[in-house]
């Protein structure tokens, strides 16, 4: 009966593990937000990779309420390389606490 019991114990954690790293992840997307000249945009690789490869040092970016935003890009841009990296840390730090309890 213990081997059933040590059996259910560990497709419970597995079960736990993957509830707590999809509450992890949408966590780090709401906080991948970031407001900007009275806007809101959410924070990916791809409007990271837009912003950069846009020719002139101003443009008008659509944010998350569907509102055109004025944008600086060198300034956007460095706020939201920093912002990212911040997240992407902790989220990091995070997902690494999730995997020990699961060991344990």
């Known amino acids: 009966m213990s081997e059933i019991n040590e059996l259910i114990n560990q497709v419970k954690q597995a079960t736990d593990f993957q509830t707590n790293k999809r509450i992890l992840k949408e966590k780090i ?5 970031v407001p900007y000249n009275n806007g ?4 990916t690789p791809d ?6 490869s846009w020719p002139n040092e101003e443009l008008y970016l659509e944010d998350i309420y569907e509102n055109p935003i004025k944008i600086n890009k060198s ?3 460095t706020l939201c390389q920093q ?3 911040k997240v ?3 989220w990091h ?5 999730l995997k ?3 060991k344990i």
């Open 29 to 33: 997307k709401k906080d991948l937000h």
């Open 40 to 43: 809101l945009f959410y924070i």
């Open 47 to 52: 409007i990271m990779a837009f912003v950069s």
């Open 75 to 77: 300034e956007f841009l």
């Open 83 to 85: 912002h990212y990296q």
């Open 88 to 90: 992407m840390n902790q």
């Open 93 to 97: 730090i995070e997902h690494e606490k």
């Open 100 to 102: 020990r309890v699961r």
